[in-house]
T-cell receptor
Framework: DTAVSQTPKYLVTQMGNDKSIKCEQNLGHDTMYWYKQDSKKFLKIMFSYNNKELIINETVPNRFSPKSPDKAHLNLHINSLELGDSAVYFC???????????????FGEGSRLTVL | AQSVAQPEDQVNVAEGNPLTVKCTYSVSGNPYLFWYVQYPNRGLQFLLKYITGDNLVKGSYGFEAEFNKSQTSFHLKKPSALVSDSALYFCAVRDGTDKLIFGTGTRLQVFP
């Protein structure tokens, strides 16, 4: 049973298209994240949700829109894809947020997005 | 803002030898420091953390890390490297209450 699962694992698309990546966690965690890893392996946080509420929104173009229908799911929709959006997108979860945040994140296996 | 630096892009070590992967930090207040490992085509996995207490922290897969306040370092160590330890290692620091800021990563290559 995969703890944090993302779909699709690979995504190849043309510039200008819209795409979504889905994430689900079965750990019972309250908090979920999206991280972006670029071609140099640099990892940067994009968004965080705690119990369906947005708590972290880094400087990300508004073409990126996260949605959390419930605390076990966090999806990422990207509009008008650009070449620079090519990256590996990681979903992660943690038990809690705020003062209870332990720093222990559980990551999915990543979704590799290639924009042509 | 909190930050960590990993000065080495790659560390090469022979199997059976001790290994060290370096990390230095810059924080205001008490540091909350972490090490994660990423195997090829996988997500990151938590290895260990320092919050408070003993300066030597033990983690998964035989790894440990030494917190050094005077040198603002948190180096990852293992007494005897395995080929299977070859992976990308990330140091991280907690920023505020809910974020981890990751370093640029160090690729560890263990040769048989």
């Amino acid at each position: 049973d995969t703890a944090v699962s993302q779909t699709p694992k690979y995504l190849v698309t043309q510039m200008g298209n819209d795409k979504s990546i889905k994430c689900e966690q079965n750990l019972g965690h309250d908090t979920m994240y999206w991280y972006k890893q670029d071609s140099k392996k640099f990892l940067k946080i994009m968004f965080s949700y705690n119990n369906k509420e947005l708590i972290i929104n880094e400087t990300v173009p508004n073409r990126f829109s996260p949605k959390s229908p419930d605390k076990a799911h966090l999806n990422l929709h990207i509009n008008s894809l650009e070449l620079g959006d090519s990256a590996v997108y990681f979903c992660a979860s943690s038990l809690a947020a705020g003062t209870s945040f332990t720093g222990e994140l559980f990551f999915g296996e990543g979704s590799r997005l290639t924009v042509l | 803002a909190q930050s960590v630096a990993q000065p080495e892009d790659q560390v090469n070590v022979a199997e059976g030898n001790p290994l060290t992967v370096k990390c230095t930090y810059s924080v205001s207040g008490n540091p909350y420091l972490f090490w994660y490992v990423q195997y090829p085509n996988r997500g990151l996995q938590f290895l260990l953390k320092y919050i408070t207490g003993d300066n030597l922290v033990k983690g998964s897969y035989g790894f440990e890390a030494e917190f050094n306040k005077s040198q603002t370092s948190f180096h990852l160590k293992k007494p005897s490297a395995l080929v299977s330890d070859s992976a990308l290692y990330f140091c991280a620091v907690r920023d505020g209450t809910d974020k981890l800021i990751f370093g640029t990563g160090t690729r560890l290559q263990v040769f048989p």
